[in-house]
């Protein structure tokens, strides 16, 4: 006679040793990349209204932060600048005294080879129009823009960038960055593209956090519809073939099925960016007392991994490597 019930899957979740047995997403301090914002002339940290917990720094903190990021174990930081000029061109982005290659160049000398240096690789933040590319007429001018994208680049693996990671969605960004790269003789120097980066409401705090609104109309003409998966993975083979190391999708929470599609298809690895729209809704609840913050940042990392993410850039990455460090 047939017992019943046929299945007892209960059997494995009998209690805490044999769930850890047979747990088969195991989230760790390097699946995470912890983002930076430095602002140049700054004197002190500020605090980002819209994402509590985050600041700028002045370059003068930068050490002291990227100390408290390794002695986490988090094996990368992302950074980010705010320079104190913008102009049409966005020269204060690739300048040998720029921002974020000042930071590079301090993070480099004080840590040597213990933290990897990624970079974004944008224009938002430096151009008058906010912009992640130059503007010609009423228009982005795309090749106009990949030959700055490509400066910005050299720019940083001079000062010894690990990864530059171009976040501007334009057409042939990738070959072209890499083909500067390999010129100069930066053939070492990896790119993570943001190759999937959608066009999202999920990224108004961080318009905030680095002042890169545009100043007219959106980015639609430039990053992907989340509306379009098709296109998004077009985007992710297209910076494949001109030679991308590693591949982004981004937002992620949202994204989670692209995810895991860009992860089955192809074979370089996948990066995820939780960005900070994802961050400040946790961060309002749990301030409200209506989740529990640790538990919502484990369950939702963990998420994102499950969905086949290699790691995952995300402003949680303290919280994050602090709980992990703690339960193992
Ligand atoms: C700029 C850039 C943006 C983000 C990363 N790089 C903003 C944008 O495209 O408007 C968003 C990151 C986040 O929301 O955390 N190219």
Redesign the pocket.
């Known amino acids: 006679m047939a017992t019943f019930p046929s299945k007892r899957l209960r059997r494995l979740r009998v209690n805490e040793n044999i769930r850890s047995l047979v747990q088969e997403v195991r989230l760790s301090v390097n699946d995470l990349v912890c983002?930076i914002f430095v602002e140049e002339g700054l004197k002190e940290k500020k605090s980002v209204g819209s994402m509590p917990d985050i600041v700028r720094l002045p370059l003068s903190e930068i050490s002291n932060e990227v100390q408290n990021i390794s002695d986490l174990k988090i094996p990368a930081v992302m950074l980010?600048g705010i320079p104190s000029q913008k102009d049409e061109s966005g020269a204060s982005a690739y300048v040998e005294n720029g921002i974020v290659q000042r930071t590079i160049s301090e993070i480099r000398s004080n840590f040597g080879d213990k933290i990897s240096i990624m970079a974004?690789v944008?224009?938002?933040?430096y151009t008058s129009s906010g912009h992640?590319g130059i503007i010609n007429g009423e228009k982005i001018d795309n090749d106009l823009s990949i030959k700055t994208l490509t400066d910005i680049a050299v720019s940083q693996a001079k000062m010894g960038v690990d990864v530059v990671s171009p976040?501007?969605?334009m057409d042939g960004q990738v070959s072209a960055i890499r083909k500067g790269l390999d010129d100069a003789n930066f053939k070492d120097v990896i790119i993570m593209s943001?190759s999937a980066?959608h066009s999202?409401s999920?990224?108004?705090?961080?318009?905030d956090?680095?002042e890169?609104?545009?100043q007219f109309g959106d980015?639609k003409t430039y990053?992907v519809p989340f509306t379009n998966p098709r296109e998004a993975m077009r985007e992710v083979e297209a910076d494949i073939e001109e030679g991308v190391d590693i591949v982004m999708i981004?937002?992620a929470l949202s994204y989670l099925d692209l995810i895991a599609e860009a992860k089955k298809k192809f074979n370089v690895p996948v990066s995820a960016?939780?960005?900070?729209?994802?961050?400040a809704l946790v961060k309002a609840a749990a301030n409200q007392g209506w989740i529990n913050e640790n538990e919502v940042t484990n369950e939702i990392l963990s998420s994102i991994k499950r969905a086949g993410a290699d790691f995952i850039v995300t402003?949680f990455a303290k919280l994050g490597a602090k709980l992990i460090n703690e339960n193992s």
């Open positions: 983002p980010f974004d944008c224009l938002c933040q992640c976040s501007a969605m943001h980066k999202s999920f990224y108004s705090p961080f318009r956090a680095a890169c609104a545009p980015r990053q981004k937002p960016y939780s960005v900070s729209g994802e961050y402003y």
